[in-house]
């Protein structure tokens, strides 16, 4: 398998050099956009090209309205803040996820809760959401929901679209619904990924995207908040604005802000990398599906997009027939310039969540131990 896999992914590529996991291509107007902003010396958090970078997602993923932030962590912590999230509340995530998911709500002071994953979708299982929902929690006088132990407000469930592949969106949204629970989605790997038609990010209160140096676009970094009202964007604007309120010389500002305003110069970037999105797409499927046909019949399972769903296949990736196959194939790849590496360590190993809440993990462990991202940078764009 392995020596098999190597000459595979070299010839996908047409190179015996390095091959990175995901690498980023600027082969369009980037040049151009970042030196138009520095020649007009509106380098910084004011400028047309943000406006634009929020108009292209606005256009492109349906929301009502998106508001460009400096990382995606910055767009994570600012919908948080957005959904009412107070220090000491809840969140129910996935502990299967990159660890910014919960970094974004540990700043908030928020506890994370974790929940299983689906084994299709890799992301949060809406069965093991409900489950875990109806043995620790009850809606109290008021309907807000708490954890039945602690008495603690959970606020909010945040899926996060794992590798591009989108959750089960109408059933998660159902029991968000039933228990009053804000939907924030984790869309930061999954630009380009749709839900039945509707784009990934923009079915929950608040979603947010990534534009770091290895996501399906880049902005250098850079990220996004999907909001479902433009009521709701026009405060997320105003937060992550410092709060101020506009006047001509006065500094008034009405609640606690952020400084998180995407720089112009980012936004050049961004414009330019929107203008490739759709090349990058159809490039990233047909890798995808050479992928697929190379794995059929071996006992080494790709995962394709669920049947619900059209991905953007970020990153591709294997789930190997177990630990040692795992630890072989990741082996012998690196050592041969080729670059694959493991599912992220899950949240609730790591030693600021040991403690944390959760139900039963067994998909997370079982995919924790047997997943493999491969080379997954577009081809020929
Ligand atoms: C990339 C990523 C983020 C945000 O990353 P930034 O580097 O802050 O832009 C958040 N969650 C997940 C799952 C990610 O992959």
Redesign the pocket.
């Known amino acids: 398998m392995n020596t098999k896999l190597i000459d595979f992914i070299k010839q996908l590529y047409g190179t015996n050099e390095f091959i990175p996991l995901h690498a980023p291509t600027f082969s369009g107007n980037e040049n151009k956009y970042v030196t138009e902003t520095i020649n007009s010396t509106f380098v910084s958090s004011v400028g047309a090209f943000v406006t634009r970078f929020e108009k292209d997602i606005e256009e492109y993923t349906g929301t009502a309205k998106a508001v460009a932030v400096v990382?995606?962590?910055a767009a994570?912590h600012t919908a948080l803040y957005m959904s009412g999230v107070k220090q000491g509340d809840l969140v129910i995530t996935q502990s299967l996820?990159?660890v910014?998911?919960c970094n974004a709500l540990y700043h908030m002071g928020a506890e994370p809760v974790f929940v299983d994953v689906s084994k299709t979708s890799l992301g949060l299982s809406p069965i093991a959401l409900a489950e875990f929902l109806e043995n620790n929690a009850n809606l109290n006088c008021d309907g807000v929901c708490v954890y039945t132990n602690t008495k603690q407000v959970i606020r909010a469930v945040m899926p996060?679209h794992t590798f591009g592949h989108p959750v089960e969106l109408d059933e998660i949204l159902r029991v968000c619904n039933k228990w009053n629970l804000v939907l924030i989605e984790?869309a930061?790997?999954s630009l380009g990924s749709f839900y039945k038609g509707v784009h990934t990010g923009t079915v929950g209160e608040f979603g947010a995207l990534?534009f770091?140096g290895n996501?399906i676009i880049t902005t250098g970094?850079g990220?996004m908040v999907l909001c479902k009202s433009v009521k709701a964007g026009e405060r997320t604007k105003h937060v992550t604005t410092t709060s101020k309120v506009p006047h001509p010389y006065e500094f008034f500002h009405d609640e606690p802000g952020f400084n998180y305003r995407m720089p112009n110069l980012n936004a050049a970037l961004g414009c330019a990398q929107m203008e490739s999105l759709e090349k990058f797409l159809v490039s990233k499927r047909d890798l995808a599906m050479q992928y697929k046909s190379f794995f059929k019949g071996t006992d080494f399972q790709f995962v394709d997009e669920p049947a619900y769903a059209h991905s953007n296949f970020w990153l591709n990736s294997v789930i190997c027939p177990d630990v040692s196959s795992r630890d072989e194939l990741i082996t012998a790849t690196n050592q041969s310039g080729v670059m694959t590496r493991p599912i992220w360590q899950l949240m609730h190993k790591l030693p600021m969540f040991t403690d944390s809440k959760r139900g039963d993990l067994y998909y997370s462990e079982f995919i924790e131990k047997r997943l493999v991202n491969l080379p997954s940078s577009p081809i020929g764009t």
């Open positions: 990382n995606g962590t994570l996820t990159f910014a998911t996060m984790d930061a790997e990534s770091n996501k970094g990220g």
